[in-house]
Structure formats: structure tokens, C-alpha cells
């Protein structure tokens, strides 16, 4: 059974730092494409960033790029997304995905198979 666990929300102040983490289970984390995606009050689920399961692709949004750094610990099986200079605007549910397809994250299908249950970013002073 595949799980996602995220962790490593909370309240940062503005130009802060913060790493999310997910704990994955059920599946071989090195034959999978792996995904970060956010989601704000009032507005859609946005990607942030993924990589192929070689990591020979990676992906992100102009909003984060130089900020945010995705990364994968296969002997631990974890997912991390390295967040920093925060800004308000980051603020949202961060949610963890991963799919056996490479094409969901170099194709920019976004078509993620497996998802966290999310955590909360909230970046205000």
C-alpha cells in the first residue's frame, strides 16, 4: 500500500527557511518521479516542483526557482523540499506526490498517482 506522509509545516517569518519532509512507503522511492504541488486559499493546485525518478529532469515553477530545492533520500525513503528567502505569497498547503510514470513530471502531465495528506506553510510576520 502506497503511503505519503508530509511533515515540517508551520510559521515562518519572511525571508525565513523551511524544509518539508515526506515519508514514503509501499513503493521503490528510486522507480519513482517525485512532486511537490501547493495549494492557497481561493486559488488551484499549483506544481512547484518535480524531478524524474533518475533525476536526470527536474522542474520549477518561476515563483521558486533559486528558493526551492527538491530532493529525494532513497536509502530513507523520504522526500524533501529545502525552502528558502519565504515569502507571504508562499504561504498554502504543500502536498507530496509521486507516480511510477516519468511522463507526470518531464511531460508536465502533472498526472500524480499518489498523494500526501499536506501540510501547512504559512510565511507572515
Given at each position: 500500500?502506497?503511503q505519503?506522509v508530509e511533515?515540517?509545516?508551520?510559521l515562518?517569518?519572511?525571508g525565513?527557511?523551511?524544509?518539508?519532509s515526506?515519508?514514503?512507503?509501499?513503493?521503490?522511492?528510486?522507480?519513482h518521479?517525485?512532486?511537490?504541488f501547493r495549494?492557497?486559499?481561493?486559488?488551484?493546485?499549483?506544481a512547484?516542483?518535480?524531478?524524474?525518478?533518475?533525476?536526470?529532469?527536474t522542474?520549477?515553477?518561476?515563483?521558486?526557482?533559486?528558493r526551492?530545492?527538491?530532493h529525494?533520500?532513497?536509502?530513507?525513503?523520504?522526500?524533501?523540499?529545502?525552502?528558502?528567502?519565504?515569502?507571504?505569497?508562499?504561504?498554502?498547503?504543500?502536498?507530496?506526490?509521486t507516480?511510477?510514470w516519468?511522463?507526470a513530471c518531464?511531460?508536465?502531465?502533472?498526472?500524480f498517482?499518489?498523494w500526501?495528506?499536506?501540510?501547512?506553510?504559512?510565511?507572515?510576520?
Amino acid at each position: 500500500q502506497v503511503q505519503l506522509v508530509e511533515s515540517g509545516g508551520g510559521l515562518v517569518q519572511p525571508g525565513g527557511s523551511l524544509t518539508l519532509s515526506c515519508l514514503t512507503s509501499g513503493f521503490i522511492l528510486d522507480y519513482h518521479a517525485i512532486a511537490w504541488f501547493r495549494q492557497a486559499p481561493g486559488k488551484k493546485r499549483e506544481a512547484v516542483s518535480c524531478s524524474t525518478s533518475s533525476d536526470d529532469y527536474t522542474y520549477y515553477a518561476d515563483s521558486v526557482k533559486g528558493r526551492f530545492t527538491i530532493h529525494r533520500d532513497t536509502a530513507e525513503n523520504m522526500i524533501y523540499l529545502r525552502m528558502s528567502s519565504l515569502k507571504p505569497e508562499d504561504t498554502a498547503v504543500y502536498y507530496c506526490a509521486t507516480d511510477p510514470w516519468d511522463s507526470a513530471c518531464r511531460g508536465n502531465t502533472w498526472d500524480f498517482s499518489s498523494w500526501g495528506q499536506g501540510t501547512q506553510v504559512t510565511v507572515s510576520s
